[in-house]
């Protein structure tokens, strides 16, 4: 139930399907701990209580800050709810040895999933700048091989444009149609070496493209 609508780290691998039984036994252990210890071991009782913080730690691991609010209201609900059942029923709580360690355990699971929700985010930078490094590769690849061809291409079509007195309206219009296309192709592969500015775009439902007439045209050559 906490974890919906959050967001797993990248850096983490799924949450195992048992995780809900750890944090279930995690909170369960105190309230057992109350019931089965005697009296006269009311140190071991409240420090039973740490247990709930466990489902932070794990929260804050995957899922970042937020998940250790998660897991930290969580525990800290079920902890109110507990003690007010407790001097409900006149049972003595030690707050002065629970409290304090408590939220320090509870500031470091807020510290760990700060943490994690860095290497969240270096990672996420990462593995992009590691994409583009491999798309310009394939770009300046393309670019060169294609523009090789597309050069020889246009070379040819002005050779015929300046023949347009042998050419009829028709051929005329082709060519200059060859040659405004050889060069609108010229120009969306000058646009290739700076695909890391470009922005992307909706194409064929869920997958998306790169706005290539919206990237900022590389300097020629």
């Known amino acids: 139930m906490f974890t919906i609508g959050l967001t797993e780290m990248s850096h983490r691998p799924p949450l195992p399907r048992r995780w809900a039984i750890y944090c279930a036994a995690a909170y369960l252990i105190p309230v057992v701990m109350i019931e089965v210890l005697p009296t006269d071991q009311g140190v071991y009782k409240e420090i ?31 902890y109110i709810t507990v003690q007010l059942i407790l001097h409900l029923n006149l049972m003595p709580v030690n707050q002065e040895i629970l409290m304090p360690i408590y939220v320090s355990y509870g500031a470091l699971a807020i510290a760990v999933g700060w943490l994690s929700q860095q290497l969240h985010d270096f990672y996420q930078r990462l593995i992009r700048a590691e994409r583009l490094a491999a798309i310009g590769e394939v770009a300046v690849t393309i670019r060169h091989e294609v ?13 015929l444009r300046q ?24 120009g969306d592969l000058r646009k290739l070496a700076n695909l890391a500015d470009a922005p992307s775009t909706a194409y064929a439902g869920t997958q998306r493209m790169v706005d290539l007439p919206q990237a900022a045209e590389a300097p020629r050559a």
């Open 48 to 78: 039973s209580w740490l247990a709930t913080l466990a489902p932070a730690f794990i929260f804050s691991l995957h899922f970042g800050m937020l998940g250790a609010a998660a897991g930290l209201i969580a525990g800290t609900l079920l």
């Open 147 to 159: 523009n090789n061809a597309l050069a020889s291409v246009i070379a040819e079509a002005g050779l």
């Open 163 to 186: 023949t347009a007195a042998n050419l009829t309206p028709e051929d005329r219009q082709g060519v200059d149609t060859i040659l405004e296309m050889g060069n609108r192709i010229a």
